[in-house]
């Protein structure tokens, strides 16, 4: 008797990764994305994994929670990952892609393997048997209603925002300058220097841009790890300076000072023919961004070949919903992953759509799911999700604060600190590896 596949509702990096940990397990999948049929606002392709926000996967560093996360992502056999590492293109310590090549790598995978069978159709109603809902902060209408009527809970949302992406021919190398901060690694980001009266300029005709959010927003909707430029702008004249403009670690050789403020381009493909403006998401029209982003020093004659944009993001109140294996409490068999469970962020949606994917796998196979170890940063994370307080509950990155604190017997730098729990998390990893291969 054929075993009951499991049914993945969405093909992002949540998704995908699902899939292909269930089908890596000698089990069925069907795999449910409504692209090309229905089509969302941020997505352009078909393609499985499709990066809409930025191309960077965050810091590789092992001191950052994102390097941490994505070893441990590696240790369990990724395949998200895994494609990530091979269409990286240039970006000092972090890990960033060649979007499309990217995709195009995992979505190869995902078709090429015998157990998944692809389904290009919009799911409207909750599946019966085991499923995974992966479909991301952008779910159509009709499945988030029928979630709505599963859980009994109404949705949550908060804003979130693309940073514009500007051809290199138009950028003006007499102007910019290529530097890391510090000078870590190769020198991959591109810097736009301003002096102070350049910025001030810039900052005033910011808060005076046209703007396509709402006026009557809730500021508490917008996610304060990707606020639009604007916005952090609206918080006072330092404010870019101090965050996504900041010239720490970076000097003009033209001048042999550090810059007032920059504004930094990291690499979106691995040809170098499109440059992405780190931290710039933005809700100003198009228009005013032409006008505003050309005030920026070297960009004077910018090529936009994608405009900032921001869009609605959905996501459910995992506190009240979820268990720590991403199981549904009214529904051992129903498991969510992704951004719709209020994580935030490209690695921590792969990190849940891999446990989601293991968990699916050995419920079909009669096993208890597994719950990571709570030292380890995926287990971390959804400890966290999975407690927090339901009336205040907001989207969530990776980051060490999530970990434990590690027993000492003396008190020690932060540096040392975080050292020791990345080691700790790596560990706890590396046990439920080798518990997994001993089955």
């Known amino acids: 008797m054929a075993e009951q596949p499991v049914t993945?509702?969405?093909?992002?990096?949540?998704?995908?990764?699902?899939?292909?940990?269930?089908?890596?397990?000698?089990?069925?999948?069907?795999?449910?994305?409504?692209?090309?049929?229905?089509?969302?606002?941020?997505?352009?392709?078909?393609?499985?994994?499709e990066l809409v926000c930025s191309n960077s996967l965050k810091s590789n560093r092992m001191t950052s929670a994102h390097g941490v996360l994505k070893q441990e992502l590696r240790l369990l056999g990724s395949l998200v990952i895994r494609c990530a590492d091979e269409h990286a293109v240039p970006a000092g310590q972090a890990l960033a892609v060649d979007r499309n090549r990217f995709a195009e790598a995992v979505t190869e995978h995902l078709h090429a393997h015998p157990l998944i069978e692809v389904r290009r159709e919009e799911v409207t109603t909750i599946p019966d048997g085991p499923a995974i809902i992966a479909s991301g902060p952008l779910t159509s209408p009709a499945l988030a209603a029928a979630i709505v009527a599963l859980t009994g809970s109404e949705r949550l949302y908060f804003y979130d925002a693309l940073s514009p992406i500007v051809s290199a021919e138009s950028i003006d190398y007499e102007v910019v300058f290529r530097q890391s901060r510090y000078d870590r690694g190769d020198a991959d980001y591109l810097n736009c220097p301003f002096d102070r009266p350049?910025?001030?300029?810039?900052?005033?005709?910011?808060?005076?841009?046209?703007?396509?959010?709402?006026?009557?927003?809730?500021?508490?909707?917008?996610?304060?790890?990707?606020?639009?430029?604007?916005?952090?702008?609206?918080?006072?004249?330092?404010?870019?300076?101090?965050?996504?403009?900041?010239?720490?670690?970076?000097t003009d050789p033209r001048t042999g000072r550090r810059p007032w403020a920059v504004v930094q381009l990291r690499a979106e493909n691995r040809a170098g023919t499109m440059w992405n403006l780190v931290g710039f998401q933005t809700s100003l029209t198009y228009p005013e961004q032409r006008r505003v982003f050309r005030m920026i020093p070297g960009l004077e004659h910018a090529e936009f070949l994608r405009y900032g944009a921001v869009h609605r993001n959905t996501y459910i109140n995992a506190p009240t919903l979820l268990r720590p294996t991403w199981q549904t409490r009214a529904r051992a068999d129903l498991l969510f992953a992704g951004q719709i469970t209020g994580v935030e962020g490209y690695v921590e949606s792969v990190g849940s759509g891999l446990v989601a994917g293991i968990?699916?796998?050995?419920?079909?196979?009669?096993?208890?799911?597994?719950?990571?170890?709570?030292?380890?940063?995926?287990?971390?994370?959804?400890?966290?999700?999975?407690?927090?307080?339901?009336d205040g509950f907001q989207p969530m990155n990776a980051n060490f604060g999530l970990l434990p604190r590690p027993h000492a017997t003396r008190r020690m730098k932060k540096a040392e600190r975080r050292k020791l729990q990345a080691e700790l998390a790596l560990r706890e990893i590396e046990r439920v590896v080798a518990r997994e291969l001993e089955r």
């Open 8 to 49: 993945i509702i969405g093909a992002g990096l949540a998704g995908a990764e699902a899939a292909w940990q269930v089908a890596q397990r000698d089990l069925p999948v069907v795999l449910c994305e409504m692209r090309p049929h229905v089509m969302t606002p941020a997505h352009e392709t078909d393609l499985f994994a």
């Open 198 to 250: 350049q910025y001030e300029r810039f900052h005033e005709e910011l808060l005076n841009a046209d703007i396509t959010l709402h006026k009557d927003y809730d500021a508490s909707e917008l996610f304060e790890g990707c606020l639009p430029i604007e916005v952090i702008a609206a918080r006072g004249i330092d404010g870019p300076r101090f965050g996504p403009m900041k010239p720490r670690g970076l």
């Open 359 to 390: 968990n699916a796998a050995r419920l079909v196979r009669g096993l208890d799911p597994l719950v990571m170890p709570a030292h380890s940063m995926l287990g971390a994370l959804a400890e966290h999700i999975t407690t927090a307080d339901p």
